[in-house]
């Protein structure tokens, strides 16, 4: 079973390509994001504001 749907696989990969290029920054600084990790939460992120269907983020 899929753990996230294709739209938000869709856009991880898109900031994924966006930090590779140096164009993903984070939110509030503003500041270059180097951690793929991060990355990948920001693409989550935005792919959850859009509604597809992604798990609850651990708090």
Known sequence: MAKYSEKAGEKVEKTMHEMKEG???????GKK?????????????EARK??????????
């Open 33 to 45: 994001v180097t951690s793929r990790k991060q990355a990948v939460a920001i693409g989550l992120s």
């Open 23 to 29: 164009k993903l920054k984070s939110g509030r600084s």
């Open 50 to 59: 859009e509604g597809a269907k992604v798990p609850k983020k651990k708090s």
